[in-house]
């Protein structure tokens, strides 16, 4: 706890009667009920943690419906069927996945759970809402008969100005924490360690199991990596993860970023994704199959096909902000090229491992992508390719960034927002609801950023022009 007392669960992973007991104790007093918006971040509310228990925990809590209607800065956006104004911006129901209870090490007393969001009335599942998404993905690969193991593996910037400081600044002439490459960098590492040891521990006792952290290629840039799990719990972890190191660098008075691309003339940070399916104990992407340099099944090469074949398409689930196709960069360690190879870090999916451990990851996810949506969009690649037997390109050996016969990925969040929009794999895996709902969700943010000015122009035209 962050007042030093122990925990009932080593965990960290709470169930209802070690939260009770943790609150007789005085332990706990507070339970944070939060669930996803459009852009990942928690949104919820702090409850009395008695009153959690004698009623939210079964009868769970109510949220209004703009909250997956809203931007960036919070404004509720017209344009939405889901909710607008016409119809009032009601409420929908937060229902707690008691499975995610746990201790939140880095905050005083507190509990933390994260919620599925249903219809205020029917209390079927809200077909926007990120965890919804993903979970319809889960329900189809299990009707086939797999399970979905998952990791990610996020980059972050720390910068020794506070929040308020940056803010204050806009977020201009910031000090990194880092000012050399320090990519498994000891001694650089050793002088960030007070914030990365603390994330490090609070993690872990938080029921979110780690493995490491390393310095990153870019001044201040960090990698912490998480134990790979079902691909909900990875996508829970992913959340709590990013809400754990901003908390906990507010508290120390310094900042992180999730930016995709923070510097034009800088690293960008990624959140790359792992995957692979399994059934009764064991990896069913391995096999006796010779494909390239892999040992394989079938299915590997169908999901590998079907990921990346559709990778144009659901882009923006990777990649949803305008900063986020800036960090496409060649000779940048970020993927340009729809391509994949073995153990490869110019390709777009990286094929590595064998036996139990083989596993395709994707480079594409930007640091800045919802962790629901971006593994929704790999799943149900993947088994679309299962489905219709997709089969993947060759392999390619060599530097992918230079292979300009290969197809690029989407450049702009423009161009990947109409790709999605008029989608017939998109249509047909998420449906058109979700489809409309966030095709309006991107072009409102390209909209935003088509209507700023920015310090580049003023740079570029002010006194020229």
């Known amino acids: 706890m962050a007042d030093g007392t122990p925990m009932v669960n080593p965990t960290g992973m709470l169930t209802l009667d070690e939260l009770a007991q943790h609150v007789r104790t005085g332990a706990i007093d507070t339970v944070l009920v939060a669930f996803t918006d459009h852009y990942g971040r928690l949104m919820g509310k702090r409850f009395d943690a008695e009153f959690f228990i004698e009623d939210v925990y079964a009868a769970g809590t109510h949220g209004c419906d703009y909250l997956l209607t809203v931007d960036m800065e919070m404004e509720p956006v017209p344009g939405y069927t889901y909710a607008n104004w016409e119809r009032g911006y009601g409420d929908f129901h937060m229902v707690p996945d008691l499975s995610t209870l746990r201790v939140a090490t880095w905050l005083d007393r507190t509990a933390l759970v994260l919620c599925d969001v249903e219809d205020e009335k029917t209390h079927a599942p809200v077909p926007v809402a990120p965890r919804s998404i993903l979970r319809r993905q889960i329900a189809r690969a299990e009707h086939l008969g797999y399970q979905v193991a998952a990791a990610s593996e996020l980059e ?231 489905e219709n037997r997709i089969e993947p390109p060759d392999i390619f050996e060599g530097d992918i960034y230079a292979a300009e016969e290969l197809p690029h990925v989407p450049r702009t969040l423009r161009d990947a927002t109409d790709l999605f929009a008029s989608g017939a794999f998109a249509r047909r895996a998420f449906g058109d609801d979700v489809v409309d709902h966030y095709t309006h969700f991107f072009r409102v943010e390209q909209a935003a950023f088509d209507h700023a000015v920015t310090d580049w122009e003023r740079r570029r035209y002010f006194e020229r022009i």
Not at 326 to 338: C, D, E, L, N, V
């Open 156 to 386: 972050y910037f720390i910068f020794t100005d506070s929040y308020r400081e940056a803010a204050q600044k806009g977020y201009r002439d910031l000090d990194p924490a880092g000012w050399y490459i320090e990519d498994y960098h000891a001694l650089q590492g050793a002088r960030e360690e007070r914030f990365n040891a603390a994330v490090r521990r609070h993690l872990k006792q938080s029921g979110i199991p780690v493995e490491n952290s390393k310095g990153e290629w870019g001044h201040g840039q960090h990698e912490l990596n998480v134990r790979y799990a079902d691909i909900l719990t990875m996508a829970d972890r992913h959340v709590i993860y990013k809400q754990c190191l901003k908390e906990v660098a507010d508290q120390q008075g310094i900042s992180v970023t999730f930016m995709a691309k923070f510097a034009a003339d800088g690293a960008g940070s990624s959140s790359h994704i792992h995957l692979s399916l399994w059934q009764d104990d064991a990896n069913v992407f391995a096999g006796d199959l010779t494909f390239g340099p892999v040992q394989c099944s079938e299915l590997f090469r169908w999901f590998l096909g079907g990921w990346l074949h559709h990778l144009p398409e659901v882009m923006v689930f990777y990649a949803p902000t305008i900063n986020s196709y800036k960090r496409y960069q060649a000779g940048s360690w970020a993927p340009t090229r729809i391509a994949w190879s073995y153990d490869n870090r110019t390709a777009g999916f990286r094929v590595i491992g064998h036996g139990n451990s083989l596993r395709i990851e994707s480079r594409v996810p930007g640091a800045d992508c919802n962790p629901y949506l971006a593994y929704a969009a790999a799943l149900a690649s993947g088994l679309d390719g299962i």
